[in-house]
């Protein structure tokens, strides 16, 4: 009796481990969420344009201020992703596109996203538990912070990403997800635009002193505070701009300046413009000037900005930057790729 028990649990567990076996050699195929898979949890959607206009209306802030809106309700937002991180210059975020709105918004996640959500994939978004946060004019859904100077933080815990985070068809890239500016229309472009992929056609690449903000000479490595033209004779703690770089181990690992590259390469700030000699501009920024910036640890700081006065087309995520009062605006671009600039 005890050997037929025996060659009973023996068969059991070759079939369970035999089940294990070929779940692993097969797995199923990845659930692809839709809206049924919410709504059927009694949950609510909310367009990404709604959004952040509740978040405008929930907080009263003002555009550099520290706000944060918890949501304490059963709702959902998707948008298809429109960024990438694979090449450094976004970090730990996607930006989602909601076609029938034209909004987007950054979702704030964990490094190496493009690997789970690439561009052109729709995401599904609880946002019951998440945070809202305002960075300097920006609207982003995230955690909540636990530092007073951030409005939110990261979603990095791969648990919490599973409870919020959740994967729709991949719908793949098309031409109505980029929005096409030109010089015929930059001026009709306006703030509802932030967070989206936006082709500026025909821009200029404009090397100088910018007549608005913080008066910067680009190209540069500083935004919105003082800062020097790497030809400058000025010093900086002591030592000039040219004797800084070359003499900072750090920098000079990610790129360091030589007679070739001399200023033009994408590490720091590049203006780009349609009209820099707009006599509207003043210590806001004028609309057709816009400022590349690029991180030291995208792969593409070597890539050198394309001289003065060339005309580019270039494809970027808008975005905005103001100071702790909300003054000084200028309007940024992040690039997914080096290759997203194209000499005309």
């Known amino acids: 009796m005890k050997k037929i028990a025996m060659m009973l649990l023996t068969a059991a567990v070759s079939v369970f481990l035999t089940g294990c076996y070929n779940d692993f050699d097969t797995p199923a195929e990845a659930k692809i969420y839709t809206d049924a898979d919410f709504t059927a949890e009694g949950m609510t959607y909310v367009s990404i344009k709604q959004l952040k206009a509740d978040f405008w209306r929930t907080t009263g802030a003002g555009a550099g201020a520290v706000a944060s809106w918890e949501i304490n309700k059963p709702l959902y937002t998707r948008g298809k992703v429109i960024s990438s991180d694979r090449f450094g210059s976004i970090y730990k975020s996607v930006y989602l596109y909601d ?5 987007a918004i950054e979702l704030k996640l964990n490094n190496g ?3 789970f959500y690439g561009p052109g994939r729709e995401l599904f978004v609880k946002l019951e538990g998440l945070v ?14 636990g530092n007073p100077e951030y409005s939110n933080d ?21 031409s109505a997800d980029t929005l096409v500016v030109t010089r015929e229309n930059y001026m009709a472009l306006t703030e509802d635009a932030l967070g989206r992929l936006v082709r500026f056609e025909n821009i200029e690449s404009k090397f100088g002193t910018a007549p608005w903000g913080y008066n910067n000479s680009f190209p540069n490595y500083f935004a919105n505070q003082t800062s020097y033209d790497v030809n400058s004779t000025e010093t900086l703690n002591g030592v000039t701009w040219q004797e800084l770089i070359q ?15 001399k200023d033009t390469y994408f590490y720091g700030s590049a203006w780009f413009t349609y009209d820099a000699t707009d006599p509207g501009q003043d210590t806001n920024a004028a609309p057709g000037n816009y400022v590349v910036r690029t991180s030291g640890y995208a792969r593409f700081i070597d890539d050198p900005i394309p001289a003065d006065g060339t005309r580019v087309d270039l494809t970027a995520i ?9 003054r000084y605006v200028t309007y940024q671009l992040t690039l997914n790729d080096g290759s997203d600039v194209v000499a005309r």
Do not use: C, Q
């Not at 815990?157 to 985070?165: E, R, T």
């Not at 808008?318 to 909300?326: A, D, F, I, R």
């Open 132 to 145: 809202l946060g305002n960075y300097r004019g920006m609207v982003s859904i995230g955690a909540k912070s």
């Open 247 to 261: 003499g900072t181990p750090t920098w000079a690992a990610k790129g360091k300046l030589n007679a070739d590259k």
């Open 113 to 115: 996203s493009y690997v």
């Open 318 to 326: 808008l975005v905005k930057y103001t100071n702790s009062s909300g």
């Open 99 to 103: 076609e029938a709105t034209e909004s």
């Open 154 to 174: 990261n979603i990095e815990l791969p648990v919490m990403i599973m409870d919020h985070v959740f994967r729709g068809e991949e719908k793949g890239m098309t």
